[in-house]
């Protein structure tokens, strides 16, 4: 599962809405628009496109199980790398030389975080595009493209700020949340979006131009969110935010010793039916002994954290303006493991960042060794505009950034395999997903450290929480058997 540059399900390959239905609404006669939406990046963005997808499903869409029965075309974009905004400029380049040509009406859309720092700039590389959608304004895409398909207007470019937009990321897809889906269409896990933006300013980072400053989701719109997905048969919920453990740093007051996130996650915790509770991605400094302490008393609350460490050398922490040092970090570590020793810790690192010597990049082969990731997202550095180390003295080769990779990758690889295969023989609680995608005959579920472990099911196990005996370990992979007493 370590992916080279990807983190996250779907980071940078793209995931796409639809459900293959498309169509017209006999009951009117009226023709609906399909909508289809090309997803790039990271989870935050998942979930931005499936609450445009609810948003325009509720308008009457349909959602297009391809680009080429669709309507309206929707990229949803990444900044985060260049690689990432190459791919989304190179696929709607393509879209507007092949299908706009078949079909001139199609209505093409860029939304995201690519439309967010590039704005109407965009259009200038992209001069087929009808709509560019900035990160607060999700919320206003049925309207926009309502005016597009009615001829009101050509173009449209949003991508001002709004107040009051981190709460509007609420409404989910498919609607078997809420009951109307169909039992067999239903998830077991959802995302659910807590705050926008980024304060933390890392020198290689585009997120705080592209996401805005923090702004936080109040702890009962929240709560009211992840119960109303728990009644529509979801067990299992993801806490979303670009740095969750800032969670209402502004807005929620410390009470007895807790932060806002804390509180937040024992507000969550209360939620009757919820089985599961995971967040991503958390700053390691955020881990003070509140949220620490919780992993030990909140039993929902899954052994599993997502620590991006960035660099082993505290030089280049520094250069980074991380906020965050070896020892801090290792010292993080630490603790979660004091408390609770099966804890699955997964990272993200950055290989030749501007300045990083060998003698840096070894500090980051022996943290590696050191803490023993589970799973590790390796990436080369990508210069990203206005953001300060891309002015940095000291820009590392390519040929640098791809040696350091490889051997990084190769040394988080074989820790991770060892890793899974020390769990051979053991006993683990699995919530069932549903069939594995590999083989349907099988199911797939995750242990609460955040592995997938296949199975032989019987039966449709989907939501249950079962106990399984892991028999074998492929690559990244667990494989289990059940009521093996
Ligand atoms: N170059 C390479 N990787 C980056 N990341 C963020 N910005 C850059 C960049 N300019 C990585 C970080 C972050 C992950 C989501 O992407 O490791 O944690």
Redesign the pocket.
């Known amino acids: 599962m370590v992916r080279e540059g990807g983190?996250g399900r779907g980071r940078d390959e793209g995931i796409a809405y639809g459900n293959g239905k498309r169509g017209t609404d006999k009951s009117k006669l009226i023709i609906v628009p399909s909508v289809y939406i090309k997803t790039y990046g990271?989870q935050m963005n998942e979930r931005d496109s499936e609450a445009v997808a609810a948003q325009l499903a509720a308008r009457g869409y349909s959602l297009a199980a391809s680009e080429g029965a669709a309507d309206v075309i929707l990229l949803n974009t990444c900044s985060?790398?260049d690689m990432a905004e190459r791919k989304a400029i190179g696929k709607m380049q393509s879209l507007a030389a092949k299908v706009r040509r078949q079909r001139p009406k199609v209505v093409l859309g860029v939304l995201g975080c690519m439309a967010q720092s590039r704005g109407a700039r965009l259009l200038e590389q992209l001069p087929d595009v009808d709509l560019v959608i900035g990160t607060q304004k999700f919320h206003r895409t049925a309207d926009y493209l309502e005016e597009i398909l009615a001829g009101k207007r050509d173009r449209i470019v949003d991508v001002e700020a709004e107040a009051g937009s981190e709460g509007t990321i609420k409404e989910h897809w498919p609607p078997g949340h809420g009951g109307a889906g169909g039992a067999a269409a239903r998830p077991v896990t959802a995302f659910v979006s807590i705050m926008q933006g980024c304060n933390q300013y890392c020198t290689?980072?585009?997120v705080p131009y592209t996401r805005g400053e923090e702004r936080s989701r109040t702890i009962a719109d929240i709560v009211a969110e992840c119960r109303q997905l728990v009644e529509g048969g979801v067990r299992e919920i993801t806490l979303l935010g670009q740095i969750v453990t800032s969670y209402g740093k502004r807005e929620i007051p410390a009470r007895n010793g807790k932060s806002g996130f804390v509180q937040l996650l024992e507000a969550v915790h209360e939620v009757e039916g919820l089985e599961r509770i995971r967040f991503t991605s958390p700053h390691p400094k955020g881990y003070g002994d509140d949220l620490v302490e919780a992993y030990g008393r909140l039993p929902k609350l899954c052994e599993s954290a997502h620590l991006?460490a960035?660099s082993g050398s505290d030089r280049i922490l520094k250069l980074m303006h991380r906020g965050c040092t070896r020892e801090r970090f290792l010292g993080v570590v630490e603790k979660l493991r004091r408390v609770q020793p099966r804890m699955g810790i997964t990272t993200?690192?950055?290989v030749g960042f501007p300045g990083e010597t060998e003698e840096d990049f070894e500090e980051t082969l022996a943290l590696a060794r050191e803490v023993e990731f589970d799973n590790g997202y390796l990436?080369?550095?990508?210069?990203?505009q206005d953001?300060p180390a891309a002015a940095l003295p000291g820009q590392v080769p390519q040929d640098v950034k791809e040696e350091r990779n490889a051997r990084l990758l190769a040394l988080v690889n074989e820790i991770s395999g060892r890793r899974y295969g020390e769990r051979v023989g053991e006993r683990m609680e699995v919530l069932v997903e549903g069939p594995s995608r590999r083989n349907a005959a099988r199911q797939m579920g995750r242990t609460r450290c955040n592995r997938i472990v296949v199975f032989e099911g019987g039966k449709d196990r989907r939501g249950e929480l079962v106990e399984l005996k892991i028999e074998r370990a492929g690559s990244f992979t667990l494989y289990g058997i059940l009521n093996s007493k």
């Open positions: 983190a990271c985060v790398r290689f980072c585009i991006p960035q993200d690192i950055i990436f080369k550095y990508s210069p990203r953001t």
